[in-house]
């Protein structure tokens, strides 16, 4: 089975260590890209601003996103992901610090496939990490991306 990779959008430089050294351990044949605010998970996704959009998705298990970003919020980026037939399919993991209940709504309601609020104690975020490794890259199925129909 090919190895799935995973995109973490996180803007805190300590969460994104502790979090690539989580997903490592889960799943060390799986990269991870790790990207610090929405624009640059815009950009990865969908192109630059010129328009140059030549990435190939296929290979992505699944999207580790930040509700709190810099430049572009984490559920304006679950947004745009939803709204394009390029990325709709794309399993998108709302993991934050957030507890507030209308993140966890709004994320729901745009589409989020799941909402993590980040364990503090590093014994308990690892454990969090692999057991969301190994579901989302090992149990869950990806289609290739723009087989997915689409709704509406």
């Known amino acids: 089975m090919d190895a799935h990779s995973i995109l973490v959008v996180e803007d805190n430089p300590d969460d994104q260590v502790l979090t690539i050294r989580a997903l490592k351990s889960a799943s060390e044949n799986s990269p991870v890209i790790v990207l610090e605010d929405g624009q640059e998970a815009l950009n990865y996704l969908f192109g630059d601003d010129a328009g140059h959009s030549c990435r190939n998705l296929d290979s992505l298990g699944v999207v580790l996103l930040d ?39 709004d994320a ?27 579901y989302w890259l090992q149990i869950n199925k990806v289609p290739k991306a723009g087989s997915a129909p689409s709704i509406g």
Do not use: H
């Open 108 to 134: 729901y309601r745009l589409g989020a496939n799941s909402f993590i609020t980040k364990q503090i104690n590093y014994r308990e975020f690892t454990e969090q990490m692999t057991v969301l490794a190994r």
């Open 67 to 105: 509700v709190k970003l810099p430049k572009v919020s984490g559920l304006e980026v679950l947004k745009q992901i939803r709204c394009s037939p390029r990325t709709n399919w794309l399993p998108v993991v709302m993991v934050t610090s957030s507890d507030e209940p209308a993140d966890l709504l």
